[in-house]
Each structure stands twice: as C-alpha cells, then as structure tokens.
C-alpha cells in the first residue's frame, strides 16, 4: 500500500473543528493527525496525516493540499519546493540528481507561492490519535 501525506491548514481557534472534518472525510493511516505550529505566526497550524495513495488526488478537505517529508530533518515539502531549493542551490539549474542538505531545512515547512519559496519554521504542537478523538 503506498501512502499520500496530506497537509490541512487551520488556524488555532479552529482546529477543534479541522480535525472533525480531518478525521469524518478520511480514513487517517497510523492513526495519527500531527498537528504542526508556525513558529512565527502561532495561530496558523498545519494538521498532516497519512491517507492511502490516490492517483487521482484532489483536495478532500479545504485548505489541503499533498506533501512530501524527510525524516530525517523533520522537513514538509512541495515538489515545487524542492524544485526551487535546487534551483537556488544549484545555479538556477533544475537537476534530479542534486544531493540537498536538508539539515539546513530542518523543522521547515519548504512552499512556493507567486513569491517563490517560502520557508516556515514548525514545531510540534499535538499529537492526536484519531481513536481517541473520535470517542
């Protein structure tokens, strides 16, 4: 089974209610909404989740969208996002095969907008586990 990280965006007043919409529209793999806070702006939080791949992905929830993580680093990424951190790091040449230091990336949630990348600091906020929520 191949799984699709997804990415909800709610704002701290209303994660209460995020994750019931969370949680009602998906079957949440592993059990577990990670609930992410922007270091810079503490009422924006980011609630990702793991749901079982689907080719044809569209956004299930409002203000979701599909994500890619490293481990290692705790990085949140965009496929455009590492496109354009390629691009910086490697002289505005787009290559597959460049090795990124996602150290420099850590607890960074990597995005793009008409602006081009934008980097958020995170750090955890919650850990809910779904069975527990839904009782």
Known sequence: MRTQLLCTFTK????????DIIVSCNKILYDK???FTDVNDPSQLLC???VEFNEDFQEPTIDTISLH????SNTLYTINALNEVIRSKNNGILDKKFM???DEFQN????????GLTKIPTK???II???????
Request: hydrophobic share 35%; charged share 30%.
């Open 12 to 19: 701290q007043d209303k994660l209460n209610e995020s994750i």
């Open 33 to 35: 909404v990670y609930v």
């Open 48 to 50: 990702t989740y793991n």
């Open 69 to 72: 993580r490293k481990k290692q």
């Open 100 to 102: 990124v230091d996602w």
């Open 108 to 115: 960074t949630l990597l995005l793009t907008n008409e602006n």
């Open 124 to 126: 955890i906020h919650s």
């Open 129 to 135: 586990d779904v069975n527990e929520w839904l009782k």
